[in-house]
T-cell receptor, first 111, second 112 residues
Framework: AQSVSQHNHHVILSEAASLELGCNYS??????LFWYVQYPGQHLQLLLK??????LVKGIKGFEAEFIKSKFSFNLRKPSVQWSDTAEYFC?????????FGAGTRLTVKP | DTGVSQNPRHKITKRGQNVTFRCDPI?????LYWYRQTLGQGPEFLTY????????KSRLLSDRFSAERPKGSFSTLEIQRTEQGDSAMYLC??????????FGQGTRLTVV
């Protein structure tokens, strides 16, 4: 079945640690790729997106993601996390009409 | 606030009752999506409109579920004969063609 997979369900880091969250998808053809963040009690917000061009995309709050077409991956990175990054992170893949989400990764940053 | 607006924010209903949720998208957005999110899961696609046309429906959308977008602006999602398994957060998102989707705060449904 076509899907979006996020490898880590819960990641716990200390402040200033580096972050990498994995995302793989199984759809063929042209896709648009997104990372959304959901802070506690808030709605989903767009962190960054890839449509075309440079496969390394930069988003808000120091996040970046790299699209590797051959690996069907779109991993999210941040060199130094902060306590305020504690949230749930969702990878999403958009084809022609719809957008499908991974199950999410809960990030807890310890002060 | 000119973002996506969903009402009500919370709904508690008895099993077997019908419920209706409303979504007001960002005004110029022609695409509107409905998702369902349960605890510990990512949003699951339910259905999608382009203007007033419902272009795709997930098989998750049983015949008890119906969605409309009568004038290509706001949308409603109705669940008939609710079941406990329908308890979830129902999310609405809107976008323009080729642009990222913006999400509303969601409607949390609890079926007791």
């Amino acid at each position: 079945a076509q899907s979006v997979s996020q490898h880590n369900h819960h990641v716990i880091l200390s402040e200033a640690a580096s972050l990498e969250l994995g995302c793989n998808y199984s759809y063929g053809g042209t896709v648009n790729l997104f990372w959304y963040v959901q802070y506690p009690g808030q709605h989903l917000q767009l962190l960054l997106k890839y449509f075309s061009g440079d496969p390394l995309v930069k988003g808000i709050k120091g996040f970046e993601a790299e699209f590797i077409k051959s690996k069907f991956s779109f991993n999210l990175r941040k060199p130094s996390v902060q306590w305020s990054d504690t949230a749930e992170y969702f990878c999403a893949v958009k084809r022609v009409n719809d957008m499908r989400f991974g199950a999410g990764t809960r990030l807890t940053v310890k002060p | 606030d000119t973002g996506v607006s969903q009402n009500p924010r919370h709904k508690i209903t008895k099993r077997g009752q019908n419920v209706t949720f409303r979504c007001d998208p960002i005004s110029e957005h022609n695409r509107l999506y409905w998702y369902r999110q349960t605890l510990g899961q990512g949003p699951e696609f339910l259905t999608y409109f382009q203007n007033e046309a419902q272009l795709e429906k997930s098989r998750l959308l049983s015949d008890r579920f119906s969605a409309e977008r009568p004038k290509g602006s706001f949308s409603t999602l109705e669940i008939q004969r609710t079941e406990q398994g329908d308890s979830a957060m129902y999310l609405c998102a809107s976008s323009l063609v080729g642009v990222s989707a913006f999400f509303g705060q969601g409607t949390r449904l609890t079926v007791v």
